[in-house]
């Protein structure tokens, strides 16, 4: 089965810098749309950025700019470059492939002073 792991999260000051990673297995990763998702606390899951398999991209309006999403399909990877962090960042971070309904365990990113 679908199996995702990611890493790389942790605490942060404003205007800091992360770079989340996410294994993949299960699947063949390189036919894949992958996408980025966060959920804060008391908040829905949303979709932060995405990238097919042609590595085309795709963010949300509020980390256009800051956040950079890319793959290595060799590695069957996934990362989350995330600069000019901010308070409204801290979240709990899952990558996810577009077409298959599988969850890791989240990374947990906080942006804190």
């Known amino acids: 089965q679908v199996q995702l792991v990611e890493s790389g999260g942790g605490l942060v000051q404003p205007g800091g810098s992360l770079r989340l990673s996410c294994a993949a297995s299960?699947?063949?990763?390189?036919?894949?749309?992958m996408g980025w998702y966060r959920q804060a606390p008391g908040k829905q899951r949303e979709l932060v950025a995405s990238i097919t398999s042609l590595r085309m991209t795709n963010y949300a309006d509020s980390v256009k700019g800051r956040f950079t999403i890319s793959r290595d399909n060799a590695k069957k990877m996934v990362y989350l470059q995330m600069n000019s962090l901010k308070h409204e960042d801290t979240a709990v971070y899952y990558c996810?492939?577009?077409?298959?309904?599988?969850w890791g365990q989240g990374t947990q990113v906080t942006v804190s002073s």
């Open positions: 299960g699947m063949i990763f390189s036919l894949n749309t």
């Open positions: 996810k492939p577009f077409n298959y309904d599988a």
